[in-house]
């Protein structure tokens, strides 16, 4: 596809339960960029990677939160036990190495936690 | 962080301008004003950037004011489609060539049939 892609769409946990989302970029863009979104709020920045170095995880709330980029290209975020104010929406977004502003979203993962 | 101030909610009618303003009284000489969209249960949306002279394209203006304190964007001919929360971001820089953005609450557009 054209564009960035995540999976899964939808997902429910149960609290204390571990996940893991999936964030497939726009092929040969170098940044890659998390962010959650709360229900009625704008999207706030978890962490960002340059290839498959993380330069910026500054906006992860917790250790239970970690990301990796292992080969540069699909990304993975884990949530590890997760809790009731971990449901939100999770927008993975890439940009190309010629960065000026077009980043690109994928649709995001809307993590529901029982 | 450069921040930016948007009106919560703004209706217009269809066909008519829409103009969304934003307040960024503390953005720096460098950095570049972004705006994006996001229609129900998508990801954001690029729509527009500058830095500090008015920008045009396919989609819509933006125009800068001199002191760069606060922008407005156009949308010429507001269709239903265009129903969205709008977002006015300064990015903020990373040190290493690259820029995470800043997403404040918005600005929800409903355009009236």
């Known amino acids: 596809g054209a564009g960035v892609s995540q999976s899964p769409r939808y997902k429910v946990a149960k609290r204390g339960q571990d996940v893991a989302l999936r964030c497939d970029p726009i092929?040969?863009?170098?940044?890659l960029f998390w962010y959650q979104q709360a229900l009625g709020q704008g999207p706030e920045f978890l962490t960002y990677?340059?290839?498959?170095?993380?330069?910026?995880k500054s906006g992860l709330p917790s250790d239970r939160f970690f990301a990796e980029r292992p080969e540069g290209s699909v990304s993975t975020l884990k949530i590890q036990r997760t809790q009731q104010e971990d449901s939100a929406v999770y927008l993975c977004?890439?940009?190309?190495?010629?960065?000026?502003?077009?980043?690109?979203f994928g649709p995001g993962t809307r993590l529901t936690v029982l | 962080d450069a921040k930016t101030t948007q009106p919560t909610s703004m209706d217009c009618a269809e066909g008519r301008a829409a103009n969304l303003p934003c307040n960024h009284s503390?953005?720096?000489?460098?950095?570049?004003v972004y705006w994006y969209r996001q229609i129900h249960s998508q990801g954001p949306q690029y729509i527009i950037h500058?830095?500090?002279n008015n920008e045009t394209n396919e989609m819509a203006s933006l125009i800068i004011t001199e002191d760069r304190k606060s922008s407005t964007l156009i949308l010429p001919h507001a269709t239903l489609r265009d129903t969205a929360v709008y977002y006015c971001?300064?990015?903020?820089?990373?040190?290493?060539?690259?820029?995470?953005?800043?997403f404040g609450t918005g600005t929800r557009l409903k355009v009236l049939a």
């Open positions: 092929s040969g863009h170098v940044s």
């Open positions: 971001i300064v990015r903020e820089g990373l040190g290493s060539g690259t820029y995470k953005y800043i």
């Open positions: 977004a890439s940009s190309p190495p010629e960065w000026r502003g077009k980043g690109f």
């Open positions: 503390t953005i720096s000489g460098n950095e570049y």
């Open positions: 500058g830095l500090k």
């Open positions: 990677f340059q290839n498959e170095a993380q330069l910026d």
